[in-house]
Nanobody
Framework: VQLQASGGGLVQPGGSLTLSCAAP????????MGWYRQAPGKLREYVAS???????NYEDSVKGRFTISRDNAKNTVYLQMNSLKTEDTAVYYC?????????WGQGTLVTVSS
């Protein structure tokens, strides 16, 4: 199964976007979920994760700007992104934490530009 992220788009610096990712209950119910991103010319990197018990962790560059959350009733994980910067431009992916290769979807493109 591939986990598909959605909600990307073009936003100006300082703007906001919310990404979402629905997962099969068989995965979502038992796994910590994570967001990852890959900027042009760079390796894919970790952004944020949330445990089954709603403990959230963030990569340093997004702390205070991004918020990860999960809706267990909808088997969906969200990434609220505020105060976006040009360096946040990337394809964003969701996966479990730690990620499983077979779960990578196509991601959703976030472009931060004026």
């Amino acid at each position: 199964v591939q986990l598909q992220a959605s909600g990307g788009g073009l936003v100006q610096p300082g703007g906001s976007l919310t990404l979402s990712c629905a997962a099969p209950e068989s995965i979502f119910r038992f796994k910590a979920m994570g967001w990852y991103r890959q900027a042009p010319g760079k390796l894919r990197e970790y952004v944020a994760s949330i445990s089954r018990g709603d403990t959230a962790n963030y990569e340093d560059s997004v702390k205070g700007r991004f918020t990860i959350s999960r809706d267990n009733a909808k088997n969906t994980v969200y990434l609220q992104m505020n105060s976006l910067k040009t360096e946040d431009t990337a394809v964003y992916y969701c996966n479990i934490r730690p990620p499983l290769t077979s779960y990578w979807g196509q991601g959703t493109l976030v472009t931060v530009s004026s």
